[in-house]
């Protein structure tokens, strides 16, 4: 069982930066590929970024590729979000999740376990 905390969200101003970061528990976090996904108003939860197991392979979607970067720390069990250059089409619930793999994936539904969210609002 791993449990999720995310925190780091609010609102900032377009071009901006932001860092979110997700503790973890459990002690198996190491095993675990870690993702951040989005979730705007009305619409679905959409893939941000995936890092593998040890950190080697990173993903992320086309819309935050060069502005935004994933990094973990297994001694820490936390695995975080940095957010550059933020556009208002940012502006979302964001979530980290766990999934029981050493290998990335871009499907929400391929995940085990999430986070309750945090708020992120790119202002104009």
């Known amino acids: 069982q791993v449990q999720l905390v995310e925190s780091g969200g609010g609102l900032v101003q377009a071009g901006g930066s932001l860092r979110l970061s997700c503790a973890a528990s459990?002690?198996?976090?190491?095993?675990?590929?870690m993702g951040w996904f989005r979730q705007a108003p009305g619409k679905e939860r959409e893939f941000v970024g995936a890092?593998?197991?040890?950190?080697?392979?990173?993903y992320y979607a086309d819309s935050v590729k060069g502005r935004f970067t994933i990094s973990r720390d297994n001694a820490k069990n936390t695995v975080d979000l940095q957010m550059n250059s933020l556009k208002p089409e940012d502006t979302a619930v964001y979530y980290c999740?766990?999934?029981?793999?050493?290998?990335?994936?871009?499907?929400?539904?391929?995940?085990?376990?999430w986070g309750q969210g945090t708020q992120v609002t790119v202002s104009a």
């Open positions: 999740a766990a999934r029981r793999s050493l290998y990335g994936s871009r499907r929400p539904r391929e995940y085990d376990y």
């Open positions: 459990g002690r198996t976090f190491s095993s675990y590929t």
């Open positions: 890092l593998n197991w040890s950190g080697g392979s990173t």
